[in-house]
Nanobody
């Protein structure tokens, strides 16, 4: 199993950039597909991006496509989310999660981090 720990959140102005990191403990990190989700106040947790275990394929929510990039470094047990052209509606707690399955449904993900706050001011 793996235990994800997110970092890199903060306050940024609209149009700015942030890079989130997710360091996952456990020897089997490279066996897991990794995903990023987010949850805004009063809303359900929603899919943002996912990457396959070997980094060969990535998928994005339409709302972030072209602005966010997910990547991973299996040697460092770390997955990243580069967020550019941020908008106020990107404000949320961002969660990293691991899954042996591939998909955008949060129910497919078994291991979750505690989340990191991203706030985009207008």
């Amino acid at each position: 199993q793996v235990q994800p720990v997110e970092s890199g959140g903060g306050l940024v102005q609209a149009g700015g950039s942030l890079r989130l990191s997710c360091a996952a403990s456990g020897r089997s990190f490279s066996s897991y597909n990794m995903g990023w989700f987010r949850q805004a106040p009063g809303k359900e947790r929603e899919f943002v991006a996912t990457i396959t275990w070997n980094g060969g394929s990535t998928y994005y929510a339409d709302s972030v496509k072209g602005r966010f990039t997910i990547s991973r470094d299996n040697a460092k047990n770390t997955v990243y989310l580069q967020m550019n052209s941020l908008k106020p509606e990107d404000t949320a707690v961002y969660y990293c999660a691991a899954s042996t399955l591939l998909g955008t449904d949060r129910r497919r993900y078994d291991y979750w981090g505690q989340g990191t706050q991203v706030t985009v001011s207008s």
